[in-house]
């Protein structure tokens, strides 16, 4: 971590810096892996704007997730949000940006440009790559980071990024699911800090609503998985090539592999 912060900072110490996540250190805790952590970040003027838990249950609680940074948030709107999206609560941060330099909406967006003939193009190139695993060393991490190389080169060359027009939907959640929503979160707070079995029962009873109401809606949002899967479906592929040299499967059998995982990214989810 200390390499880490210093490559980031070694040219320019007056950026500002953002530092965020779970972390896996319970800054509510004083031992020596919590303090040892804060005076490595304090090394470069880096604090954290959290100190509350981010992670409640009912026999535990911890201050696991945070953000880090340099900026002088004085006066910045932040804190912890309640939502049952996930077991941690989210944090939140607003900073001030310059209108000029974010310049609003942008009319565009990066998309893949993915037909039937590209698709072809990058099964080509990936049957076409001797996937041998004797080409790489014993380092896992350096070897994964070869083959992702390798795998996003033949996505980007077959698959080009190209600028489609943003048609900026209208939102897709209606005043009542809004509020539906707003209630729940309410009684989710409520549950997290006093689980008894009224406020349970009635957490359960509004996120079933909840749910039974987003799904009668009647417009679907439906999203493209296209260019946020690609490096899940290199993981994937790299599994198999795992496999391939443990279980000496052929390599044409690894090749039928990718090429249906490559079509596969033909569905809309």
Not at 2 to 18: I, N, R
Not at 230 to 256: C, D, P, S, Y
């Amino acid at each position: 971590m200390q390499e880490f912060l210093y490559e980031l900072l070694k040219d320019d110490v007056s950026s500002d810096v953002f530092i965020l996540g779970d972390f896996n250190i319970d800054l509510a805790v004083k031992n020596q892996a919590s303090l040892s952590f804060l005076n490595l970040m304090a090394q470069f003027n880096l604090h954290p704007i959290i100190n509350q838990p981010t992670r409640i249950t009912s026999s535990h609680s911890s201050t696991i997730d945070n953000v880090f940074t340099n900026y002088g948030i004085g006066g910045c709107p932040k804190g912890i949000l309640y939502s049952d999206v996930s077991d941690h609560l989210p944090i939140f941060l607003c900073i001030p940006l310059n209108a000029k330099a974010v310049g609003g909406k942008n009319p565009y967006i990066k998309t893949r440009l993915i037909n039937s003939e590209n698709l072809k193009k990058a099964n080509c190139l990936l049957q076409n790559i001797q996937w041998n695993m004797s080409d790489y060393g014993s380092d896992f991490e350096s070897n994964f980071k070869k083959f992702l190389k390798t795998y996003l080169n033949c996505i980007n060359l077959a698959l080009p990024l190209v600028n489609k027009k943003n048609r900026f939907r209208r939102p897709w959640m209606n005043i009542d699911l809004y509020n539906l929503s707003l209630y729940k979160n309410v009684l989710y707070k409520r549950h997290l800090h006093n689980p008894s079995p009224a406020n349970k029962n009635a957490y359960n009873k509004i996120t079933s609503a909840t749910r039974q109401h987003g799904m009668l809606m009647p417009k679907k949002v439906r999203t493209s998985t296209y260019d946020r899967s690609w490096v899940a479906k290199g993981v994937r592929l790299w599994n198999a090539l795992a496999m391939h040299n443990q279980l000496q499967l052929t390599i044409e059998h690894f090749k039928h592999y990718a090429k249906s995982e490559v079509m596969s990214m033909s569905v809309d989810v």
